[in-house]
C-alpha cells in the first residue's frame, strides 16, 4: 500500500530510469552481449516496476504514468522472454538442433493451422477432380506436364535408363529445384504482410493441387509409382513450405494485433528473430529435398526399385517428426529451469524489498 505517493515515485524513479536505459541499449543493439549478472539485473529492474505499476494503478490521478510505466513493462518483458540468444558467437550446431526446433515447437499452432489449410485445399482439389475430370486442365493448367494421362507417363518414366535421366545435368537441376522451392519459401512468408491472407490463399491453392495429383494417379492405378516419386523429397519439402506459412502466419497474426496492448513496432520486434529462424530453418531443408529430388525421386523402377523409395522417404519423415518435436528439448528444458531459478531468487529479494 503506498502512503505517500509523491514519495513512493520519488524512489522507486531511479529504478525506472535505469530500466529504460538497459532496455533501450538493447533495443538499439539487438546483439549486445548479456551476462548472467545483467540478466538478473534487468529482471529484478522488471519485478519492481511491475510491482510499482499494479500499485500506481489504483490512483487515478497518475494516468500519464500509468501509460509510461505499461510501455516500460511491455518493452522489458518481450527483451527478457525472446528467443534470440545474446552470444556474440554464433553456434550454428546448435543453432539447428536446440534453437530452430524450439522456435518451430513455440509457435506450432501457426503449423497447424497451415497444415490444415493445406488439407482441406487438398481434399477440395481431389474432390473436384474425382467428381468432375474435365477440371483437370482448371487445376492442374499450371503444370502442363501433369495434364496427361498417368500411365503413359509411368510407362515412359520406367522406360527410360538410369543414364538417360539428367545426364550430367543433376547439379544444375538440383540447383534450379533449391531456387525455386526457397522462392516459394519466401513468397509465403512474404504474404504474411497481407495480414496472412495471401499465405492461407497461397496454401489452399498448394493443397488443391497436390490433392488432384493424388487423385488423379490414385485413380489410374499408379499409387506405388506416386508414392514412390513423391515421399523421398515430398516428406522434407511439404513440411518445409508449411514451417515457411508458420513463419507467414506469424507475421500476420503480429500485424493484426489481437489481443496484445503492445504496439505494432514491439510486436514486430519480438518475433524477429522468430521469423528468421523459422525461414532459414525452411530454406536447409529445402536444400535437402533438392538433392534427393534431383538424385532418387526422378529414377524409377527398375532402376531404383519403389519399395526402397518409399522405405527412404518413410524413415526421413521419422527422423524429421523426431527432430522437430524432440530435438534440444532436454537442454532447452535445463536453460528454462536455470532461468527459472534465477527469477524465483530475485523474485524473493523483491519479496523482502516490498515487505
Given at each position: 500500500?503506498i502512503?505517500?505517493?509523491?514519495q513512493?515515485?520519488e524512489?522507486?524513479?531511479?529504478i ?12 538499439n543493439d539487438?546483439?549486445t552481449?548479456l ?5 538478473e ?7 519492481r516496476?511491475s ?9 487515478a490521478?497518475?494516468?500519464?504514468l500509468?501509460?509510461f ?10 527483451e527478457?522472454n525472446e528467443v ?7 553456434n ?5 538442433f536446440?534453437t530452430?526446433?524450439a ?9 497447424l ?7 482441406s485445399?487438398?481434399a ?6 474425382a467428381f468432375?475430370?474435365e ?6 493448367g499450371?503444370f502442363p506436364?501433369l495434364?496427361g494421362?498417368p ?8 522406360a527410360k535408363e538410369?543414364s538417360?535421366?539428367l ?7 538440383s540447383a534450379m529445384?533449391m531456387?525455386h522451392n ?7 512468408l512474404?504474404l ?10 497461397l496454401l489452399f491453392y498448394n ?11 490414385v485413380?489410374a492405378?499408379?499409387s506405388?509409382?506416386l ?5 523421398p523429397?515430398g516428406v522434407?519439402?511439404?513440411?518445409a ?5 508458420q ?5 500476420g497474426?503480429?500485424l ?6 503492445e504496439?505494432?513496432?514491439?510486436r514486430?520486434r ?6 528468421v529462424?523459422?525461414i ?16 532418387l525421386?526422378?529414377y524409377h ?9 518409399i522405405?527412404?522417404g518413410?524413415?526421413?519423415l ?10 534440444g528439448r532436454?537442454?532447452?528444458?535445463a536453460?528454462?529451469k536455470n532461468?527459472t531459478r534465477?527469477?524465483l531468487?530475485?523474485s524473493r529479494q523483491?519479496?523482502k524489498?516490498?515487505?
Open positions: 500500500m502512503i505517500d505517493l509523491r513512493f515515485i524512489t522507486e524513479r531511479k525506472w530510469d535505469e530500466l529504460d536505459q538497459r532496455i533501450q541499449r538493447l533495443e539487438p546483439n552481449a551476462s548472467v549478472t545483467d540478466a539485473r534487468i529482471y529484478y529492474l522488471y519485478e516496476t510491482s510499482a505499476l499494479v500499485r500506481i494503478t489504483t490512483f490521478a497518475e494516468p500519464s500509468v501509460l510505466l505499461q510501455s516500460l513493462v511491455a518493452r522489458a518483458y518481450t527478457l534470440r540468444s545474446r552470444d556474440r558467437n554464433f550454428l550446431v546448435r543453432w539447428f536446440v530452430f526446433p522456435t518451430f515447437r513455440r509457435y506450432r499452432r501457426f503449423f493451422f497451415a497444415l490444415i489449410l493445406t488439407i485445399g487438398g477440395f482439389g481431389g474432390l473436384a477432380l468432375d475430370p477440371a483437370k486442365p482448371a487445376l492442374l499450371a506436364h495434364l494421362d500411365n503413359e507417363r509411368v510407362r515412359e518414366e520406367e538410369g538417360q535421366r545426364a550430367g545435368e543433376h547439379t544444375t537441376f529445384l531456387t526457397t522462392r516459394v519459401a519466401i513468397g509465403v512474404a504474411g504482410m497481407t495480414w496472412a491472407i495471401g499465405t492461407m490463399i493443397g488443391a493441387i497436390l490433392g488432384a495429383v493424388i487423385v488423379d494417379y485413380r492405378g499408379q506405388v509409382f508414392a514412390g516419386w513423391l515421399l523429397h522434407v519439402e511439404i513440411p513450405i508449411l514451417i515457411a506459412a513463419a507467414g502466419l506469424l507475421l497474426q503480429a493484426i494485433g489481437w489481443g496484445s496492448s504496439s505494432i513496432g514491439q514486430l519480438s518475433i524477429g528473430t522468430a521469423l529462424t523459422l532459414c530453418g525452411a530454406g536447409l531443408m529445402l536444400i535437402w529435398a533438392g538433392i534427393i529430388e534431383s538424385f525421386s526422378q523402377q527398375p532402376v531404383v526399385p519403389y519399395a526402397a523409395k522405405g527412404f518413410l524413415t526421413e521419422l527422423v524429421l517428426i523426431a527432430f522437430l518435436c524432440f530435438s532436454s537442454r532447452q528444458d536453460e528454462t532461468l534465477r527469477r531468487r530475485i523483491d519479496a524489498f516490498s515487505d
